[in-house]
């Protein structure tokens, strides 16, 4: 299991560094043509990219183990930090993307990120409401979770442009981030039930072989055998 969730936050790592380099580059580049599109948001994106900084920036950290036990208040804090940044990045991302349908963009969207929004609060408030609990199996399952939801953003950019679908229409790229969302959420429960999924598919060593359930030919019949 340790491997695995190292393998899988190998493969989260590459993915965000390649969505930094590919679609958020222009934030060190002022001449970039993308700051006429982003100019008239304003404001609005500092807090929003602030907090889903900050949320994807302690998500990791509250998945160690070892962290969890020898500095538990500071896995409480990053917790809260995690949970404040996504309540504030959803609303934010769906009002930025409504206010960008008056430079042409359709509601669809507006609708997507609506969706997003509903589903990270959904996922973080059951999340932190379980932890308040201390129902802790409960809260790690809807932790993950809310995790795996926001890896959808990062997600649909990093399926957009290594394939070059994000040149191919909106219909394209709408159908893409619909399908990473619905996605997130069949591998956020794949992570949570892993260990029992491993359990369900026996080892080839713990299997008999057909031949082996078969006698062999001239060997003795159980006498219960007609």
Known sequence: MVRAKYAVFAVIAVVTGYVLYHNERFLIEPDHPLWEHYGSVGWWLVPHG??????????PLQFSERLRKRYTRM??????????????????????????EA??????????????AVMLYVTTGLAFHFARQRRITLHRQ????SYA??????ANRFVLGVTGLENAGVEMVQAVIWACLAMS???????NDWNELRRAVPSRATVPSESARKPQSGAPLPASAP
């Open 75 to 100: 896995h409480r804090v990053g917790g809260r930090v995690y949970v404040f940044g996504v309540f504030a990045l959803a609303p934010v991302g769906a009002y930025i993307q409504y206010y960008e």
């Open 50 to 59: 602030i907090a889903g900084a900050g949320a994807l920036l302690m998500a």
């Open 142 to 145: 809807w932790m993950t979770r």
């Open 185 to 191: 959420v069949v591998l956020g429960d794949v992570a």
């Open 103 to 116: 430079l042409g963009l359709p509601r669809t969207f507006t609708l997507l990120a609506v969706v997003n």
């Open 149 to 154: 939801v926001a890896l959808a953003f990062f």
